[in-house]
């Protein structure tokens, strides 16, 4: 039976067909194009004299597990104490133990470049050049420990994940007890967790044989916090889910239940620091990263590379551990809050996360200004240390002046400047805001001197309160015998609230040129918002000795300082509306009078699925002290864009509200920060927001590839829907081909389209959340827990496409279009390569002797099925099952081409037996491989597998009983290809682990329960046999449901749970068998309603 499809059907199948793989084409083409400006990697290389020492010590006396893993020491040759040759000699080690842990396949040699270089800065820094007081006095050198798991893929099992964890508490206590005769034993253990490693060094802290304290910190880098970056294994979100449970109930106050007992003392003093390297990372979204939901501000934070001081670079998902500039700051970190004279061997959370932030963050982040100087001395938790006594002539012109600038561009005044300049704070109810910029770095005012400038904040001494000068670290008096009249101020020095950021001249190229290590110093930048001014008086600007010239063709150096109403320095870019800017865009004009520092508030730049563009417009002046920079941060994430030139055109990428992560329902939008010389100009800038939709594509891989298997799935299911509801109704099982035909049509394709549109507007509703959370099978993230932790601010979609921007309501119909089009093209493929095999199979093989029923085949299927529960995992059996229903396929094909040569032969009156005998001749020598192939009979209306051609007596013609089999079969290998993905990844563990001779167990990988409805099902298949035809109004009902529910969940659910996909096609497969046997059991009932007993005996069984 043929359905015809019109012409129109045809058309519109093949343009959308064709506009869905050049879609996927720009999208792939858009993934692997070069990134360019801030989004550009630009790591240098490094060098190092690694050596690598066993500790063959840690061995199965210890643990079950030292048969699999092992542990090794770190070197630095030439500057570590390399351990003695001799095995029986203990091992003496004397500093600060820290422990690496590598990711998915990951070596334990990577630890080599940090240990390297924090060896190096600990000898460098600390032993040669002395700065041990400058620095941290309490120091002490490194001991890096590294776990060689052998290269385990824990991003694809849970099982491998938890034997990590246990090895790496066991390696711990271990290593501790190496330090118990030191004269400060310790107690605690660094931790440095890369990729899944960093997710294994969380789990640790939740398993039984955690030692208590032994952990305190743990700095990951590109590790997936935020969610599971594979959903193929469910022992793996498992792992996941009860890991973030136990953090998040570990900062419940006050802790209640044993779980949050338990936890609360384990998590109280534990430090957690994120890194990631952003968007160069392919292997990883850079939004996985996150900590948002999971901890509290006061136990960590995540931050990208992009941001960090003296980095300024993304860096990919390999290169992030060994990064020279993140190297470098990662040794600096850790030298900083290591503490020789604590047991813990670090110092307080409280200071550890003082020097994380102080560290690590750029200074535009909300918690960055908590530390310091300026913050702490106005609100009373530090004192004063200076205190000046000026005469007012030295600030003569500082009433009027607002704004400070050397070397001066236009210099009115002949007298000599004065040493200091004062902005005086207005209380006048106005809020004000102070920003700093040079090339030069500020220094305590005790090095005046020298030839950097200083910055104090001041306020006037008060005689209700006077302060003793000896509590003053230092008095400054600028008056003499002739000075009439004075001003005394209590000060604090606030250069060490300075900020670096990325040096930019007219020649410069990148921001690794004035990266930690490059030649080139950096700016140095100060900003002071009213919320800090408000308690002070004045700034004071301690000008050094230095006379800078004007230098107008060379890079020569500055300072810039201004004070501003704060409403003038902050803008808001555009309104909230992504249509808008999706649409006309959106435009800003700056003044020609403004700040040297500006904020842009971009309200409708929150999407992490967009690229958005700014083309950045001003008349470049030739008496700029440097080119202007723009620098844009959200969340945790900034980054630097410098040298702007006239109409530069510069794309941002985000990290902000992304799919299936937590996000905060406030300040999540862009923030852009323009810092210019408007002291040298008086020119507007133009800057006008749009969307850059074709590097946009690029963004939609990695936050989507999981969906490249669930939306096919959905796809094929309402195939198969469709296709049941024909055979329910005709008896007649249509083609694949046809009834994708019928999705493309008019009449369903919009509907379809607007259902995924509502649907992805409608899943970013709290009440539609609730209702979808609660029919989901699989258990999510508690999003109560999360919002504890951060006051309610935060949120999380993880269903269908996990939008939150409802402007975005278009992303469901391209999504549809794009798996369509990939269902066609991979369809198109497998029928062609199987019609192809099929002639193959035709020409060499000959037809078998034999009956149905195989004795081989069934005692292959009880083994395979009997060998489940005790070695093979299911996902081993799936693979055989695909196997073997291709085999299918293909003799389907064969069987095809024989049928329509036989019928050619009979048309012109030739004997069709000829064929056979024929194909028989020529490949005598394979009868034996093709002996489990029923037998088509040589007589032309017979010519098919023995079981369906014993249906040709009843009602339906010989052709329409093999065409419902041909295509059913075709169809469930279609269905299978697409779950195939799902059941791979565990699989590959299984064959890594029997590589290494290691028994694993997989627990809920060995339910062969899991995999028996579809191997039945492929035997079935195999035989010959064809399903059974629902015949009551029950059946219909629970086939139509099963098929149903399989393409729902893999729409809406499927991104998260692959892992549920292939337990639904074993539902599936499980109710066809069933009708199978209900079929065979009750043969008279069989027939359906309105429809005569003749024609319902017609089931293949």
Request: neutral net charge; hydrophobic residues 40%.
């Amino acid at each position: 039976m043929v359905i015809k499809h019109s012409l129109s059907k045809r058309l519109t199948w093949i343009s959308l067909k064709v506009s869905g793989l050049i879609l996927l084409v720009l999208i792939l083409y858009s993934f692997l194009s070069k990134l360019d400006g801030a989004d550009c990697g630009s790591c240098r290389g490094i060098y190092m004299s690694p050596a690598y020492a066993r500790v063959k010590g840690f061995d199965e006396t210890h643990t079950r597990l030292a048969l699999k893993y092992s542990l090794y020491l770190y070197r630095e040759q030439n500057i570590d104490i390399m351990p003695d040759d001799d095995e029986d000699k203990p091992l003496i080690l004397s500093g600060t133990p820290v422990l690496f842990v590598p990711g998915n396949a990951g070596s334990y040699k990577q630890i080599r470049s940090i240990a390297s270089e924090s060896a190096s800065s600990f000898y460098r820094d600390y032993i040669v050049q002395g700065k041990l007081s400058s620095l941290n006095k309490n120091t002490n050198n490194l001991d890096f420990f590294s776990a060689d798991f052998n290269e385990d893929f824990t991003a694809f099992h849970g099982r491998t994940m938890l034997d990590q964890a246990e090895y790496l508490n066991e390696a711990i206590k271990f290593i501790l007890d190496l330090y118990k005769d030191n004269e400060t034993p310790a107690k605690s253990v660094i931790i440095i967790g890369h990729s899944m490693g960093g997710v294994v060094s969380r789990v640790m802290l939740t398993l039984p044989n955690y030692l208590d304290d032994s952990v305190n910190t743990i700095i990951t880098l590109a590790a997936p916090h935020a969610a599971a970056p594979a959903t193929f294994d469910g022992d793996l979100l498992n792992v996941f889910a009860s890991t973030d449970e136990f953090w998040r109930n570990g900062y419940i106050q006050p802790p209640k239940t044993p779980l949050q007992l338990l936890a609360n003392k384990r998590l109280q003093n534990v430090s957690l620091i994120s890194i990631t390297g952003g968007l160069l990372d392919n292997m990883l979204p850079a939004d996985y990263t996150s900590l948002i939901g999971l901890i509290p501000a006061s136990n960590g934070f995540s931050i990208s590379t992009t941001g960090i001081p003296g980095v300024w670079t993304p860096i990919d998902h390999l290169a992030i551990v060994w990064c020279d500039q993140l190297r470098k700051k990662l040794a600096e970190v850790l030298l900083l809050i290591v503490d020789k004279t604590s047991t813990s061997q670090t110092y307080s959370l409280e200071n550890r996360m003082e020097v994380f932030r102080k560290t690590l963050l750029s200074g535009f982040e909300k918690d960055s200004k908590q530390d310091s100087d300026s913050f702490k001395a106005g609100a009373g938790l530090i004192p004063f240390t200076h205190k000046l006594k000026i005469d007012t002539k030295q600030l003569k012109d500082t009433p009027k002046e607002h704004t400070f600038a050397l070397p001066k561009i236009n210099n009115k005044r002949d007298s000599y400047a004065p040493d200091m300049h004062l902005f005086y704070i207005p209380k006048d109810g106005l809020k004000f805001q102070f920003s700093y910029l040079s090339s030069i770095k500020p220094e305590s005012i005790e090095k005046l001197g020298e030839n950097s400038p200083s910055i104090m904040l001041c306020k006037t001494l008060s005689s209700d309160n006077p302060i003793q000068d000896d509590e003053y670290k230092k008095i400054i008096d600028y008056t003499d015998e002739n000075t009439k009249h004075f001003v005394e101020l209590k000060c604090v020095d606030v250069n060490k609230d300075i900020h670096t950021i990325p040096r930019s001249f007219k020649s410069s190229k990148s921001t690794s040129e004035s990266s930690i290590g490059a030649d080139s110093s950096p700016f140095y930048f100060l900003q002071l918002d009213s919320s800090i001014l408000s308690k002070y008086d004045a700034v004071i600007l301690a000008e050094s000795s230095l006379k800078l010239e004007n230098n107008q063709n060379d890079e020569g150096d500055f300072v810039l300082a201004d004070i501003e109403i704060e409403q003038n320095a902050k803008l808001v870019g555009g309104e909230s509306s992504l249509w808008t800017l999706f649409t006309r865009g959106y435009d800003l004009t700056l003044p020609a009078h403004r700040p040297i520092v500006i904020t842009v508030d971009v309200p409708s730049a929150w999407s992490s699925l967009l690229a958005y563009k700014f083309d950045v417009r001003y008349e470049h002046s030739d008496t700029e002290r440097f080119s202007p920079i723009l620098a844009q941060s959200i969340n945790d994430e900034t980054k630097w864009h410098i040298n702007l030139k006239e109409n530069n055109y510069i794309t941002s990428t985000i990290q902000g509200v992304s799919p299936f992560c937590p996000f905060y329902k406030k300040y999540s939008n862009l923030k852009l920060f323009l810092f210019s010389d408007s002291l040298a100009t008086d020119k507007v800038v133009d800057i006008y927001m749009s969307i850059d939709w074709f590097k946009s594509l690029k963004l939609l891989v990695m936050k989507y590839r999981l969906s490249i298997v669930s939306l096919p799935i959905f796809i094929i299911s309402v195939v198969i829907f469709l296709q049941f509801k024909h055979f329910i109704k005709t008896d007649h099982f249509p083609s694949f081909y046809d009834c994708l035909l019928e999705v493309y049509d008019i009449k369903t394709l919009i509907p379809l389209c607007t259902t995924v549109s509502l649907l992805s507007i409608v899943t970013a509703n709290k009440s539609f959340q609730m209702l979808l959370n609660f029919l989901d099978p699989v258990e999510n993230g508690n999003l109560d827990l999360m919002q504890y932790i951060e006051n309610e601010n935060v949120h999380i979609n993880l269903y269908f496409l996990g939008l939150e921007e409802k402007a975005l309501w278009f992303f469901g119909p391209i999504a549809m279009i794009i798996s369509l089009s990939l269902v066609s093209a991979v369809y198109d493929i497998l029928v062609f390569t199987g019609k192809l095999l099929g002639y193959v199979y035709f020409r060499c093989f000959p037809t078998s002797k034999q009956g149905i029923f195989n004795r081989r085949r069934a005692i292959g299927t009880a083994l395979l099925i009997g060998s489940i529960p005790l070695y093979l995992p299911f996902q081993f059996a799936y693979i055989v099952c695909i196997v073997v229903q291709a085999i299918v396929v293909i003799r389907n094909f064969a069987y095809m081409i024989k049928a329509s040569r036989a019928q050619e032969l009979s048309e012109k009156g030739q004997d069709p037996a000829n064929i056979f005998s024929k194909a028989t001749s020529n490949s005598s020598s394979k009868t034996a491989a093709a002996s489990s192939i029923p037998v088509p009979s040589t007589k032309i209306e017979t010519s098919y597998p023995v079981s369906i051609s014993s249906a040709i007596n009843n009602s339906k013609s010989s052709s329409q009983v093999y065409e419902n089999f041909i295509n059913f079969n075709v169809t469930l290998f279609m269905l299978m290809f697409w779950i195939l993905p799902i059941n791979i990844p565990v699989l590959v563990v299984w064959i890594h682990n029997f590589s290494l001779k290691w028994a694993t167990p997989f627990s809920s990988h060995h339910n062969f329960l899991a995999v028996i409805p579809i191997v039945l099902l492929i035997q079935n298949n195999v035989s010959g046999n064809f399903i059974s035809r629902p015949n009551s109004k029950l059946t219909i009902f629970i086939t139509k449901f099963i098929i149903a529910y399989l393409s729902i969940y893999s729409l809406i659910y499927g991104a998260r749970h692959l892992f549920w996909l292939h337990h639904l096609l074993n539902l599936l497969a499980a109710w066809i068998l069933i009708l199978l046997i209900n079929d065979y059991l009750y043969p008279n009932n069989s027939s359906l309603p309105n429809e005569s007993k003749d024609s319902s005996s017609l089931k293949l069984h």
